[in-house]
């Protein structure tokens, strides 16, 4: 079996980044947090908050640890979903589960370190 290449990166590298995006991009959410396992390596650098793992074939169910704001979390996480949906979607990849789950409460307009 060929190693894993950074400048190819599988299917599941390419989902992790794209969630680990899209989730970073939904207002509310301030960053992601590593620890509990939610860190996942693409050959280069690792991406903190994230974890994707095979559900089935080419399907990969979502993990993503993140911090947020001040704000109701249920909305958050539904923006979340649908965000991570439509960037799989983007990359013709099939996620399954995709859950969320909320780490750490930053202040209002600040992001924690």
């Not at 994707?52 to 990969?60: H, M, R, S, T």
Request: proline share 9%.
């Amino acid at each position: 079996m060929a190693p894993v290449s950074a400048a190819v990166p599988t299917p599941r590298i390419r989902l992790a980044r794209a969630a680990l995006d899209a989730a970073l991009g939904v207002p509310g959410v301030t960053r992601a947090v590593a620890g509990a396992g939610h860190v996942t390596w693409d050959g280069q650098v690792t991406l903190d908050g994230v974890l994707v793992v095979a559900a089935g074939p080419d399907v990969y169910d979502v993990s993503l640890r993140l911090a947020t704001a001040p704000l109701p979390l249920h909305p958050i996480a539904q923006g979340v979903r649908v965000a991570v949906e439509r960037a799989a979607a983007r990359i013709d990849a099939r996620p399954g589960r995709i859950d969320v789950t909320f780490a750490d409460l930053d202040a209002p307009g600040e992001v924690g370190a």
